[in-house]
């Protein structure tokens, strides 16, 4: 039963996939496989590479997301992972709404197009 939403642009495009992959694949139910002593070395080395990157300024949407994946990737507590992917799926749309803001400046900033001089139309929400 459709209802309405307050999605963003990049909150309907999740929506969208999921969709999308249920109609293609039906429900998945996979086991885990996260939690092993290696993914915990690997999660450690990406949490140390995004704090010296944030401590240097060099911190980048690839930094922030690999060290997410890389905690989800850690844990083995389901409670604890599902908390994780949330925050990966966060990144994740954090991420993709900071592309969208960035075209979007480069639209205002370029003007209508030069091909058919159609207006700039915003796809975040602003003005």
């Not at 909150?11 to 998945?28: H, L, N, P, S």
Request: hydrophobic fraction near 35%; proline fraction near 6%.
């Amino acid at each position: 039963m459709p209802y309405p939403t307050f999605l963003s642009a990049a909150e309907g495009d999740v929506r969208r996939e999921r969709e999308a992959q249920d109609d293609k694949w039906g429900e998945q139910n996979h086991p885990d496989g996260t939690g092993d002593s290696h993914a915990r070395l690997v999660a450690e080395h990406a949490r140390v590479m995004c704090q010296e990157a944030a401590k240097d300024g060099r911190t980048t949407w690839k930094h922030v997301m690999w060290e997410e994946v890389a905690e989800a990737f850690a844990e083995h507590d389901e409670t604890k992972l599902r908390t994780e992917l949330v925050q990966v799926a966060t990144v994740a749309i954090a991420w993709v709404e900071a592309i969208d803001r960035r075209k979007a400046a480069r639209n205002r900033a370029n003007g209508p197009c030069p091909e058919c001089d159609a207006p700039y139309i915003p796809t975040d929400g602003t003005p």
